[in-house]
């Protein structure tokens, strides 16, 4: 028997690093939320990023807390390779590390973060599987830190998933406009059937959960305050705090 395809490639690991700026709706408004929500770091502290892909958040954290320290962990060598060459101003401050994102051996080196963040990964693992995460994430933090998590959703029913493809249709749409002043970016999105809402197909590695099923996880890990804090197109910003 053949070993399967693994879904994601570093071939799809290049298509973002290469259109993401197309692909994710308000890019910038999403890391300045995360950014937001994340409380003043003392000096030293650790920040630490699931999935920091080609470093944008990663970038944006270091810049707004000058004092702190960012772990970015990734599965792709494509992304930790960007994100090295795009972080190396900033020195020993960005650490990558290469990681398998639903395994358990990593975690339990991550002790007293003070907050820890993910964009964009956590919809691959299944359900069990984010339960097991949230449950360790709440044990890397620190007593008052913060977990934030921007990702895709599954939407509740047909009529809420179409709506949820045809905002990020149109959410790419604009972005290409905005950006290029014309629709190759866009056109690019709709011939890789990036969007999971129009182009769902079982067999790949997504596996995005409803919101308030995860809501209801971040809960029952242990977190205080649970709250969506941005939505749109199917992606959502949201998290919760570990008590004081």
Known sequence: MTEPTPSWTE????????????????REQQIETICGLIPPAPEGSVVVELCCGEG????????????????????????LAAAGKRLAGFGDRFQPQHFDLASIGWRSTIRDAHAVVSSLAIHHLDGPEKQALFVDVYGMLAPGGVFVIADVIAPAGSQAESVAADAWDWAV??????????????????????????????DDSDKPSPLYAQLQLLEKAGFVAVDVYWMQAGHAIFGGRKAD
């Open 11 to 26: 071939t799809n690991s290049q298509t973002f690093l290469d259109y993401g700026r197309y692909f994710v709706p308000e």
């Open 56 to 79: 944008l958040l990663a970038q944006a954290v270091l810049e707004r807390f000058p004092g702190c320290v960012v772990r970015g962990l990734d599965g792709s060598s494509e992304m």
């Open 173 to 202: 749409r604009q972005r290409s406009l905005q950006l290029d002043g014309n629709l190759d970016g866009f056109e690019l999105f709709q011939r890789e059937h990036w969007n999971m809402y129009r182009y769902f197909d079982p």
